[in-house]
């Protein structure tokens, strides 16, 4: 991102500044080059878990904080769309919505989209306090046709799994890691009977 426009482009001065700060970490530039470093890296690296494609849910349909600081992150709630991923990221990005997950798994492939960040509140499990001390995660499928939970989709969501757990330091058993249908109110019964959850620990543990 270009934040001095009236400079030239290449100019002699641009060049010189670039080359010389090549070396100094980000953390350490002054307050003008950190604030084009920032702006880039919002625009390119938005996710907190690499391996995510960043698909934004509007603003509308969560609530900005600054987890784990406002509030305590200790469970991670698995979730199962009932709609297509296609479908699903088109509902998060819906304003009228009023809905969102952290992160949504494809079925075929395990994809990875990255929607709310870590630090914001997602509305998945319509319990305010399971919402702000939650990572939430859906899975593309239909919880009576469990064939969309695929091999792919186990492996790649059970990493993403791993990886909250060992950020947040969430043990890594059935007490932390929920589905929707245990959160106190809701009557949602997702992920459902055809979701192997002790497979699925077990990837968790061992990914
Ligand atoms: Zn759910």
């Not at 509902?91 to 969102?100: D, E, M």
Request: aromatic residues 10%; negative net charge.
């Amino acid at each position: 991102m270009d934040m001095d426009r009236a400079e030239p482009r290449f100019s002699r001065r641009r060049l010189l500044k670039g080359a010389a700060l090549a070396a100094v970490p980000y953390a350490l530039l002054p307050d003008a080059r950190a604030g084009a470093a920032t702006a880039t890296a919002t625009a390119t690296a938005t996710v907190d878990y690499p391996p995510a494609e960043w698909r934004a849910a509007s603003s509308s349909n969560y609530t900005l904080s600054d987890r784990p600081d406002e509030y305590a992150v200790d469970r991670v709630i698995i979730h199962v769309t009932q709609e297509t991923y296609a479908d699903t990221l088109a509902i998060f990005g819906n304003p009228q919505k009023k809905v969102s997950a952290h992160y949504l798994v494809r079925s075929a492939d395990g994809h990875v989209a990255q929607c709310v960040h870590e630090a914001d509140i997602a509305w998945h499990a319509g319990n305010w306090t399971y919402n702000t001390r939650s990572i939430g995660i859906e899975h593309e499928g239909w919880v009576d046709q469990p064939a969309y939970f695929t091999d792919a989709l186990y492996e790649q969501s059970a990493k993403l799994t791993a990886a909250i757990c060992a950020k947040y330091r969430i043990p890594r058993d059935r007490e932390h890691i929920i589905g929707h249908y245990q959160v106190p109110g809701t009557d949602h019964d997702d992920p459902g009977p055809g979701w192997d959850w002790v497979r699925y620990i077990r990837l968790v543990n061992f990914a």
